[in-house]
């Protein structure tokens, strides 16, 4: 499975979900300096993202892309906007809120007839929604992608699984959950900083999220709880 990557610099947000040839960008604000320190996100904010910004920030770009696993038959055409292959990924905005996601597909669901980019196009879909309507909280990325799992295994759902990870830049802080071996790069300067942690049960079996088809029990699936993410936050300080 290819694993889709985020990286954070300083000044710079990419995001890359590697699969198809496509292209998508958008302009959003980070805060100025960044020198991370690193630590769970262990309280509930008590403020929304529907509440007045607080900080002002600068300049931020973020953007998506990707690339063909098979590049024989020349580059793939991209019709969907942040739909790679069997990935998907997200740039969203609420006010002074700044959100990108990436959710990597498992194509191993294809075997049984499965279109694995069903459901990471639609779990990456109801993020994006959910950031937009402002029904989120900045500093539980986990819980926004909780929210988005839960409303995607209402029928009509879509059979299959993907990793996840969401990141957050609200006022000064960067907030970041991760589900299975999809993750980030925090760099400076041309430097890894920081490295988000992998999540597996065994080689090539990273946490995911999934839905079975009801006959499908649970022999030979995995599947697991978005509160598995995990959970961290990153906060710019002076050099």
């Given amino acids: 499975m290819i694993r889709g990557k985020m990286l954070v610099s300083c000044g710079r947000v990419v995001v890359r979900a590697v699969i198809s040839a496509g292209f998508i960008e958008q302009s959003l604000p980070l805060p100025s300096d960044c020198r991370p320190s690193v630590s769970k996100c262990a309280h509930v904010s008590t403020t929304s993202a529907h509440q007045p910004d607080a900080t002002p920030t600068r300049n931020v770009h973020a953007s998506c892309c990707g690339f063909p696993k098979d590049m024989v038959n020349g580059p793939s055409v991209v019709r969907d906007h942040g739909i790679f292959g069997d990935d998907a990924c997200f740039i969203a905005r609420f006010r002074n809120t700044h959100v990108v996601g990436v959710a990597d597909g498992v194509g191993g669901w294809r075997r049984y007839g499965i279109d694995p980019s069903e459901f990471s196009s639609r779990l990456m879909k109801i993020c994006s929604d959910l950031v937009q309507l402002g029904e989120f909280e900045p500093c539980r990325p986990d819980r926004l992608l909780a929210h988005a799992y839960e409303a995607m295994s209402a029928p009509p759902r879509p059979i299959g699984s993907s990793t996840a990870c969401i990141l957050v830049v609200d006022q000064d802080t960067l907030y970041s959950a991760n589900l299975g071996d999809s993750g980030f790069l925090l760099l400076r300067r041309g430097q890894v900083v920081y490295r988000s942690r992998e999540q597996t049960h065994y080689f090539n079996a990273p946490f995911q999220l999934s839905l079975l088809p009801d006959n499908a029990g649970a022999a030979g699936f995995l599947g697991d709880?978005?509160?598995?993410?995990?959970?961290?936050?990153?906060?710019?300080a002076e050099w």
């Fill in 225 to 236: 709880p978005p509160a598995e993410s995990r959970v961290e936050q990153h906060r710019p």
